[in-house]
């Protein structure tokens, strides 16, 4: 089993960065792809951005260009970077993994809120 840990969520400006983090333990080797998702005030979560083991990144198109998803060589932790941040990128935002190369993300965070004022 994989457990994660978000951290890095705050209050910011319209404009601001935040950088997240989600450290992994447990059977970190078996992680496959590594995910963050969001899910704002009385909206559906979505995917906000993927990257498995090789290094092959997916990003949902709002944040491409603005978020950027990197994971340590050694050791299983996933950083969201995130620049330019808007009033509708406020929400949860949740680390998963899982540990196949295709399917549903199996382990989850319980979430860090971000809040974006404009």
């Known amino acids: 089993q994989v457990q994660l840990v978000e951290s890095g969520g705050d209050l910011v400006q319209a404009g601001g960065s935040l950088r997240l983090l989600c450290a992994a333990s447990g059977s970190i080797r078996e992680i496959r792809v590594m995910a963050w998702y969001r899910q704002a005030p009385e909206k559906s979560r979505e995917l906000v951005a993927s990257?498995?083991?090789?290094?092959?990144?997916n990003y949902t198109d709002s944040v491409k260009g603005r978020f950027t998803i990197s994971r340590e060589s050694t050791v299983s932790t996933v950083y969201l970077q995130m620049n330019s941040l808007k009033p509708e990128d406020t929400a949860i935002y949740y680390c998963?993994?899982?540990?196949?190369?295709?399917?549903?993300?199996?382990?989850w965070g319980k979430g860090t809120l971000v809040t974006v004022s404009s």
């Open positions: 998963a993994v899982r540990t196949t190369w295709s399917g549903v993300m199996e382990y």
């Open positions: 990257l498995t083991r090789g290094g092959v990144t």
